[in-house]
Each structure stands twice: as structure tokens, then as C-alpha cells.
């Protein structure tokens, strides 16, 4: 999206790993879960799911959007 940009890593005191959820200086990446499935549900011809994680990943990732969401919107 910024071809001009280089990635920084952020520290650990940075608020997104701490704004609501706590997490570790790093959030959970897709390598620690296991590969999406090639196979979705759809309702009117519209993809409503793709997978059936187990409720802590779901959790995981829930915390981890609320988190970036929050940064967003506050700065």
C-alpha cells in the first residue's frame, strides 16, 4: 500500500499490544495456526465462513482486532 514505506517494528511498550488485551511484543500470526480449509459456506451465493477454529483461536484473534481497532480510532 506504501510502496515509499519501510516496515518498522514496533516495540513492546507500544499500545497495540496493550490498549485493551495484553498480549507478548508480537501478536499471533497465521504460521501458529493450522492452513484455512479450501472449502466455505455461503448464503445467497455470498461467503459467510471459511473455517471452524477452536473457540481460543477465535478468541485470539478477536482480542488481537479489538486491540488494532482500538489504536485506530484514538489515534
Do not use: W
Amino acid at each position: 500500500m506504501f510502496p515509499n514505506r519501510q516496515l518498522v517494528e514496533l516495540d513492546s511498550g507500544h499500545p497495540v499490544f496493550h490498549r485493551v488485551y495484553d498480549f507478548p511484543p508480537s501478536f499471533p500470526t497465521m504460521a501458529e495456526h493450522r492452513p484455512p480449509p479450501g472449502r466455505g459456506i455461503f448464503v445467497r451465493g455470498r461467503r459467510t465462513a471459511a473455517r471452524n477454529d477452536p473457540p481460543e483461536v477465535r478468541e485470539r484473534a478477536f482480542r488481537v482486532g479489538v486491540n488494532v481497532g482500538s489504536c485506530f480510532v484514538t489515534h
